[in-house]
């Protein structure tokens, strides 16, 4: 023989519900009408009165489902998300619409006389145009972040071989600033080098700065020397520190 049972399993579950977006406050009150039908529901909170309710919710709703709505008002990451998703639609009607335009564009050139056709291969050509130089400005951009890469670079290894030298308990080494990429974008070979990264006038015044003040603050100031070989045919600077004064 066989019978059948039921019973009811009570589950237990940690829900999230998300401080208030208004105030911070934590104590929020999960609600519904109790409508059977039209039932509104959402959260409330008990600190400053702020809502998040949302019509339509069915009778009886979960614990869950309500948090669900009062979160998604509420919880910080979720509206980003949200917005996120708003932007992402936006550029893809941009998109559309700019697809749309040129057709309809190409459409009127093509019924149109040969002023018509030439203007719109003008438009076309300056269009082009706009683009390239947009690509350009950002390649010019990027090989700039690589050289200031570069020169930080040379400052960070100088910092290094004056930090290891000092606790080894020898004196620092000269660095030559002699050649090499941070060579080249300072401009090492000109007796000007160090007056214009004092004066703001070099890209590199924000790295040159940056060594300075980490001198000062390990109570060393740094000197860049700008020295010449016997000949005159070659020069270039030389990097020391020496204890503050
Ligand atoms: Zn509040």
Redesign the pocket.
């Known amino acids: 023989m066989q019978i059948t049972e039921t019973k009811t399993v009570t589950e237990t579950k940690e829900i999230y519900v998300a401080p208030?977006l208004?105030?911070?406050?934590a104590d929020i009150k999960l609600w519904d009408c109790g409508y059977t039908e039209g039932n509104v529901g959402g959260g409330v909170?008990k600190?400053?009165?702020?809502e998040g309710k949302q019509g339509w919710i069915g009778s009886s709703p979960s614990k869950e489902q309500l948090a669900g709505i009062w979160n998604a008002a509420n919880d910080i990451d979720t509206l980003i998300t949200a917005e996120n998703t708003k932007i992402e639609a936006s550029r893809r009607t941009i998109t559309e619409l700019e697809s749309l335009r040129r057709e309809r564009a190409d459409a009127a050139a093509r019924k149109g006389n040969l002023g018509a056709k030439l203007q719109h291969v003008q438009r076309l050509k300056e269009e082009g145009a706009a683009l390239a130089e947009k690509a350009n400005d950002a390649a010019q951009e990027a090989v700039e972040l690589q050289r200031a890469t570069e020169v930080e670079a040379f400052f960070e290894s100088f910092k290094l071989s004056v930090t290891l030298s000092i606790e080894r308990g020898e004196l620092p080494k000269p660095y030559a600033l002699e050649e090499g990429e941070a060579y080249q974008h300072l401009g090492a070979w000109d007796s000007g080098m160090v007056a214009k990264l004092n004066t703001g006038q070099s890209k590199y015044s924000p790295q040159w700065k940056a060594l300075i003040d980490w001198g000062a603050g390990n109570g060393l100031k740094v000197d860049c020397l700008y020295t010449w070989d016997g000949g005159g045919t070659r020069s270039w600077h030389v990097l020391t520190v020496k204890p503050m004064p």
Not at 22 to 25: A, E, N, Q, V
Not at 47 to 50: A, D, L, P, R, S
């Open positions: 208030c208004k105030c911070g406050s909170c600190e400053c009165g702020h």
